[in-house]
């Protein structure tokens, strides 16, 4: 999703570093929340010794305090980080594709459609190449998703098997695991690439007739509207990894439906 020879800048780039490494901080939170679950059960059982014990305490002051801080941070990222980042993407859109001026920088190198005049036709194609481009993204993603939750399960399966789930302690690694990992993850991301497919047929089907003035102010701010709300309910961001992996043979490809659509 870049111009031919255009330098790409994003007035939001930097508040979108910042959510991905709050959201990798996350991660790696929930991942010693897991090892701790496990290695608790096992100093508890040897705990007559008065070294192992001393380590089962400190294990479990570093367990309640990640809990915490994982909470902490999890609230602070998807209740207010990433809101605020969605906003000023979504101003940025409006930039680009109407001429307004909600950011104090525009939006440079981002879509392909440039040679378009500014208006809702406009906007109804860099919506068509958002939509797109985060369809294609996010069937890629299915693989890392399925192999997460698997993992999720095997530990949850481990935990359920050394007893952990008759412990106390083990209830807030159980909801972590149950509520964001283990197979829910894996339900929405299929249900947000499905719903993504229905809205891009929207889109096909919008290009590849004519329509007035009026028509395409409406439908311009209908789709608009319908594929910031299948982003809302999107459970899993996108991978930046696989955006770059696919950047050039989608770029190719959007082009192709293009020519394809006369736009």
Known sequence: ???????RFLPYEADYSLLKKCRNWENIGLSVIGICSMLLPVFNFFSAN????????????????????YYILNIYTETFLYPATARK??????DNSLGSKFLEKPVKGYYTNDNL???????????????YFTYNIAKAMIPQI?????VCAIAFLCIAYWGIKD???AIPILQILLSTLFLTELVHHINFIA??????E?????????ADDKQILQEAVLLFLDYETTLAYNKAPLSDSIYKKLNKRLSKEWEDIKARYEM
């Open 1 to 7: 999703m870049k111009s031919k020879g255009a330098q």
């Open 50 to 69: 008065f070294i192992v014990k001393m380590i089962y305490t400190c294990i479990n002051l570093i367990y309640f305090v990640i809990i915490i801080a």
């Open 89 to 94: 993407r979504r101003k940025g859109f409006i």
């Open 117 to 131: 005049d500014l208006g809702p036709y406009k906007m109804i194609v860099n919506c068509g190449e958002n939509c």
């Open 146 to 150: 399925i192999i997460k939750n698997a």
């Open 167 to 169: 412990n106390l302690i």
């Open 195 to 200: 719903k993504l497919n229905q809205l891009f």
């Open 202 to 210: 929207r889109f096909k089907e919008f290009f590849s007739k004519k």
